[in-house]
Nanobody, 123 residues
Framework: QVQLVESGGGLVQAGGSLRLSCAASGRTFSSYAMGWFRQAPGKEREFVAVISWSGGTTIYADSVRGRFTISRDNAKNPVYLQMNSLKPEDTAVYYC????????????????WGKGTLVTVSS
């Protein structure tokens, strides 16, 4: 089992920035990709960004490319999501997820999930 804990959410004005963190614990001895997904009120969960185990591959949703940056440190843990130029439509619960032994942008392909952290962007 892998446990994921997100932090860094909060309330920010449009145009502002936030940095989310996701710390993994438990069975983390294998290589794994980490990703961020979000779910806005009344909408389905959607992909935001993902980073490979090495950090050499990053993939972004079109809606956040150029504004959000996913990264992980040399120890591979935690993973960060730097969110700049935030918009009201970025308001959502942001979830961290892990894919063991590979990389994917598919929600159904992730193996473990955190409980989420709320990001609210006011206009």
């Amino acid at each position: 089992q892998v446990q994921l804990v997100e932090s860094g959410g909060g309330l920010v004005q449009a145009g502002g920035s936030l940095r989310l963190s996701c710390a993994a614990s438990g069975r983390t001895f294998s290589s794994y990709a980490m990703g961020w997904f979000r779910q806005a009120p009344g909408k389905e969960r959607e992909f935001v960004a993902v980073i490979s185990w090495s950090g050499g591959t990053t993939i972004y949703a079109d809606s956040v490319r150029g504004r959000f940056t996913i990264s992980r440190d040399n120890a591979k843990n935690p993973v960060y999501l730097q969110m700049n130029s935030l918009k009201p439509e970025d308001t959502a619960v942001y979830y961290c997820a892990v894919k063991m032994g590979g990389i994917t942008t598919n929600i159904s392909g992730m193996d473990y999930w955190g409980k989420g952290t709320l990001v609210t962007v006011s206009s």
